[in-house]
């Protein structure tokens, strides 16, 4: 089954109010030409609502970072699904590594957050990936697993093919070390067999898995290139139109 690919650029706490726009309107300027690729940008929480605004009308999506699974109450400093839909978002990037290991996300409470996710009728980009030290004990593939069973937990098979994961092995995040296009494809395609026992073969050939871990323009063709490598989750790379929009160019081939 063919995929459509899917780039996302995560801004992580990066952008002030003018650039975030300034940004969100240079990429979608850039990507006027592009078919085929779905796209999307997640800015910081305070700046969704304009970056949303900028993009209204083209195909260029927003993304939220972060979530709580819960619709409201006494949770200082969090920001539910609903809210994050009413801003214009389409997307919530869920279970990023960054928030594993500083905030103590575990996966009961990264599944929890997917089907709030899904419940607000948005989509869930599920992140997982392993440490240095579990790819060397040779646990790559046991952490991947039970981070996306964790993940999609309880979550209504029909919902399924909205859900993205993004395999994002920790070791290359933010550091320039990226996967190669082997090391990325085998755990991808550990990952499909996975979901194709939990969702069956039409979820699993339908569902996109994104490849993250220091991806740049010019890496990003040859890890697209493999079969299951359905797109990619941007961090650094996003934060420049030009190598984002590049990044995209990739994908569509
Ligand atoms: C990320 O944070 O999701 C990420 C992949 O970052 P970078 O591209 O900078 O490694």
């Excluded at 969100?24 to 300027?29: D, L």
């Excluded at 093919?161 to 991808?188: F, L, M, N, R, S």
């Amino acid at each position: 089954m063919s995929r459509r690919p899917f780039i996302c650029g995560n801004w992580k706490m990066h952008t002030g109010r003018r650039e975030a726009v300034e940004l969100a309107r240079e990429v979608a300027g850039g990507l006027d030409s592009v078919r085929d690729v779905d796209v999307a940008v997640a800015p910081p929480h305070p700046w969704l609502v304009e970056v949303a605004r900028a993009l209204e009308g083209g195909s260029v999506r927003v993304s939220a970072q972060n979530c709580h699974n819960e619709e409201k109450g006494a949770f200082t400093g969090e920001v539910s699904t609903a809210m994050l839909k009413e801003a214009g978002c389409s997307y919530v990037i869920v279970g990023h590594s960054e928030r594993r290991a500083q905030f103590g996300e575990d996966d009961i409470f990264v599944g929890r957050k997917v089907r709030s996710v899904l419940a607000a009728g948005l989509s869930p980009i599920l992140c997982v990936g392993e440490t240095l030290e579990e790819r060397e004990a040779g646990r790559t593939v046991d952490v991947v697993e039970r981070q996306v069973k964790g993940g999609l937990a309880d979550v209504d098979q029909v919902k399924l093919p909205t859900v993205t994961i993004a395999y994002e092995p920790v070791w290359a995040i933010g550091t320039g070390k990226t996967a190669t296009p082997g090391q990325a494809q085998e755990v991808h395609l550990a990952i499909r067999d996975l979901l194709r026992s939990i969702g069956g073969n039409d979820a699993a050939g339908a569902m996109r898995i994104q490849y993250g871990g220091s991806v740049k323009a010019d890496n990003a063709a040859n890890l697209l290139s493999q079969p299951d490598v359905d797109g990619a989750l941007v961090g650094g790379a996003s934060l420049a139109a030009e190598s984002f929009i590049a990044i995209v160019r990739a994908a569509a081939g």
